[in-house]
């Protein structure tokens, strides 16, 4: 059988090797990376199986095909379960013996293809991720701390028209930078290079700190912001990525209120997951707009929001990231009735919720 499928597929134009048993196939994976492989199911020392096993810890990118003279309807699908992409049952002609090979090698062809511009997209990714850091948003941050400086030291030497469109030029480049702080933060998410599922963090400590940071911006609105917590909550991911979504929700439940209303942020432990729950007393949303909340840009045109600041981008970094995390978000809201959002993030392994002092804040 080796010897008429090596000549069969060397008059083809392959080069073939061969080999009696499944050790000496896969120590020759160690000096050549074969397109194809074409496996027995029954074969000495090692059966098809356990080299299909073997193989694809070795290198997944090997095609593997099963030649096999025991040919049955849950062999093939055992076959395709360990990784196997065709499977021929003996006997077969020369012609359906070539016609599986060109099939995988297509396939593997097709498969280095793809790994190419792959690797092209993620240079162009990182290239364009620099170009931004550098080429964008240096000049950005140059011109507003001008006009920091300018609005400083000569604020009582312009006139109040000169001040109010310098104080409108250093607003839009704020926003402008917040939206290249977004845009590089959403691009790191999907590279995979943002979140850090090994790290533990925990959910209260992160929260406390995010509304330490905003509460100054709930008193300037007169939003009274709560928060509920009771002890340790350990969950999974680095406090950046943790932080980054507690702080766009918090954020987004202030901004999107109305004066003389509330904010109320609770964290517990619910099972494995920790659960992050932030409800406002907003302008809400209505339902048709539910489905277009985290998607990137999409923002919510009212005349309430009209004058609200933002990107677009937060929610859609927000579900990236706890998409990262293997957790999941849900919105539920009504018009005029306010929005809650909920989150829920796996705990860390060997860090079960530990009820400790309340630490409820009332202001």
Not at 103 to 129: D, I, P, T
Request: glycine content about 8%.
């Amino acid at each position: 059988m080796l010897l008429s499928c090596r000549r069969i597929l060397e008059k083809a134009g392959y080069e073939v090797e061969t080999f009696g048993n499944g050790h000496d196939g896969i120590g020759r994976l160690d000096q050549v990376r074969p397109h194809l492989l074409l496996v027995d199911l029954k074969m000495p020392e090692l059966d098809g199986f356990q080299v299909i096993e073997r193989v694809r810890a070795i290198d997944p990118e090997i095609v593997i095909a099963v030649l096999t003279g025991y040919a049955t309807i849950a062999s093939a699908v055992e076959a395709m379960k360990a990784g196997a992409y065709d499977f021929l049952p003996k006997p077969f002609t020369p012609d359906e013996l070539r016609l599986l090979v060109n099939r995988g090698c297509e396939r593997w062809h097709l498969a280095a293809e793809s790994a190419r511009l792959r690797r092209e997209k993620e240079e162009a990714e990182r290239r364009f991720v620099t170009f931004v850091t550098h080429q964008l948003k240096s000049p950005v941050v140059a011109a507003k701390q001008y006009l920091d400086v300018l609005l400083y030291t000569a604020r009582a030497d312009l006139s109040p028209q000169a001040l109010e469109w310098l104080s409108r030029s250093q607003a839009r480049l704020g926003e402008m930078l917040g939206l290249i702080d977004d845009w590089l933060t959403l691009s790191r998410v999907e590279r995979g290079t943002f979140c850090d599922r090994q790290a533990a963090s925990d959910l209260c400590e992160a929260v406390d700190r995010v509304v330490g940071g905003i509460r100054p911006q709930a008193n300037s609105s007169n939003v009274t912001l709560r928060i509920h917590a009771n002890g340790a909550v350990r969950v999974c991911g680095d406090v950046n990525s943790i932080s980054t979504v507690a702080s766009n929700l918090i954020s987004n439940a202030v901004k999107y209120n109305r004066p003389g209303g509330s904010v109320d942020v609770s964290v517990s432990a619910c099972g494995d997951m920790g659960v992050l729950e932030v409800s406002d007393t907003g302008i809400g949303i209505a339902g048709e707009s539910l489905p277009l909340l985290f998607r990137e840009f999409s923002r919510i045109r009212t005349e309430e929001t009209a004058d609200v600041p933002g990107t677009g981008l937060g929610l859609a970094i927000c579900k990236r990231i706890v998409d990262e995390l293997r957790g999941t978000i849900d919105v539920d809201s009504r018009k005029d009735e306010g929005t809650r959002v909920v989150v829920r993030i796996p705990m860390a392994e060997g860090n079960p919720h530990e009820p400790g002092e309340d630490r409820t804040d009332h202001r």
